[in-house]
């Protein structure tokens, strides 16, 4: 516990100081969540959306591909992305924050891994660099399970053939569904075929699956990454409150395995996930609510705790 207070400690970049003691807008009474269909943003969404609740706002949550979440933000269509993973999401952090279109908040995660992975079984047969890959090409059927379309490590793989890099100018990326690409590796598990494709962690496929990252992708990849937490231009200014609660936030990869893998095991929904785990670490909302109201101005860690 030690541990997690610390790197919650750790995880907000902005100071108080940073948010004016003003009246929120009213347009900040519903806040515009974005998921690009990922189960670890579903939990950190859930988190947000359970805090807001009973801080007294409303929370909307859309399901878009990662290029329309920027281009919401942009055009202030989503209020706040918490699933910005870095280096990953490199090339829209050049294109939209960079410039100061989209607004960097807080880093809410670090110690990710993103990249290309593949079964145990298949990395014990001499599969452990991208270099690897090619010289298995036949037992690949050189193919590369991705995820959705549009999204930026799909686009890394796509340079990567394009290039022809690590020799794999001939091979072809499959993109689908987190779901459904998952799918697909659990059926080749049973089956005990030869698969790679995009793991990245904290995530229940960790847990799930006997897998292993490869090496050699760092260049597109990074060797660790941090998910960042991003708002529409201006968002604190406008909504000083609920911009700074979603800056408190900040998560741990133990925690987020933890609600994923609870709510898998009980087949329940991630929001009972996140009120359970919630209330067994209650000690979280300090950090999380410190600083916040509610949107009437009460006592935010009361009225959060009475809803547990």
Not at 31 to 50: Q, R
Not at 209 to 236: P, Q
Not at 258 to 287: C, F, R, T, Y
């Amino acid at each position: 516990m030690k541990r997690l207070n610390a790197v919650l400690a750790g995880g907000c970049l902005l100071s108080a100081a940073t948010f004016h003691a003003q009246a929120e807008d009213a347009s900040c009474a519903t806040v515009k969540l974005a998921d690009p269909g990922w189960s670890d943003i579903a939990v950190t969404n859930g988190i947000a959306t359970f805090l807001l609740d009973g801080m007294g706002y409303q929370t909307k949550v859309d399901t878009l591909a990662v290029p329309i979440i920027f281009g919401g933000l942009k055009d202030g269509l989503v209020d706040a992305f918490l699933g910005n993973w870095m280096p990953a999401q490199q090339s829209y952090h050049d294109k939209f924050v960079a410039n100061g279109d989209v607004e960097q908040l807080a880093k809410n995660l670090e110690g990710t891994e993103f990249t290309l992975a593949v079964p145990t079984y298949v990395w014990e047969a001499g599969v452990k660099d991208f270099a690897d890959l090619n010289k298995f090409a036949d037992r690949f059927n050189q193919k590369i399970y991705g995820i959705g379309s549009g999204a930026p490590a799909n686009q890394s793989l796509q340079q990567i053939i394009a290039k022809n890099e690590f020799d794999l100018g001939k091979w072809r990326l499959v993109e689908s569904g987190e779901q459904a690409m998952l799918s697909e590796v659990s059926r080749a598990v049973k089956r005990q075929r030869f698969i790679v494709f995009l793991g990245w962690t904290p995530h229940p496929m960790n847990v799930q699956i006997d897998m292993r990252y490869l090496k050699g992708g760092e260049a597109y990849f990074g060797s660790s990454g941090s998910v960042y937490t991003l708002t529409r231009k201006g968002y604190r200014q406008a909504c000083p409150n609920a911009a700074r609660l979603l800056a408190n936030l900040s998560f741990t990869q133990e925690m987020e395995n933890s609600i994923m893998a609870s709510a898998l095991e009980k087949k329940g929904s991630n929001a009972e996930a996140v009120k359970a785990w919630i209330a067994a670490h209650p000690e979280v909302l300090d950090q999380w609510l410190e600083g916040v109201t509610t949107r009437d101005g009460g006592e935010a860690l009361a009225a959060v705790k009475a809803k547990m």
